[in-house]
């Protein structure tokens, strides 16, 4: 069954950090390209990082320099380290597959960033 968990979530200051974790249970993830997504109120759904199963990764030009994308193979996990967050990372974030993402979404976790 499939499944994602995300984790990591919260109010933080402009230009503070966050740590945004997925506990993916997905067949084969090791062989997987994941992403982390993200969804703003009354926007669509975007991209903001992947990762290959190497760990190779892209970013959306929003977020390069800032966040950074990491996986564990063995634990079955995507991680999102996000610093120097601004007022617009504010939204739900989802871990999903990439960049064809299943049908199956998680409740995602919720970042505000607001002084």
């Known amino acids: 069954q499939v499944q994602f968990v995300e984790s990591g979530g919260g109010l933080v200051q402009p230009g503070g950090s966050l740590r945004l974790s997925c506990a993916a249970s997905v067949t084969l993830f090791r062989i997987q390209t994941m992403g982390w997504y993200r969804q703003a109120l009354g926007k669509q759904r975007e991209l903001v990082a992947g990762i290959t199963p190497i760990g190779s990764t892209t970013y959306a030009d929003s977020v390069k320099g800032r966040f950074t994308i990491t996986r564990d193979n063995a634990k079955n996990t995507v991680t999102l380290q996000m610093s120097s967050l601004k007022t617009e990372d504010t939204a739900v974030y989802y871990c999903?597959?990439?960049?064809?993402?299943?049908?199956?979404w998680g409740q995602g976790t919720q970042v505000t960033v607001s002084s």
């Open positions: 999903n597959k990439y960049p064809d993402p299943l049908a199956y």
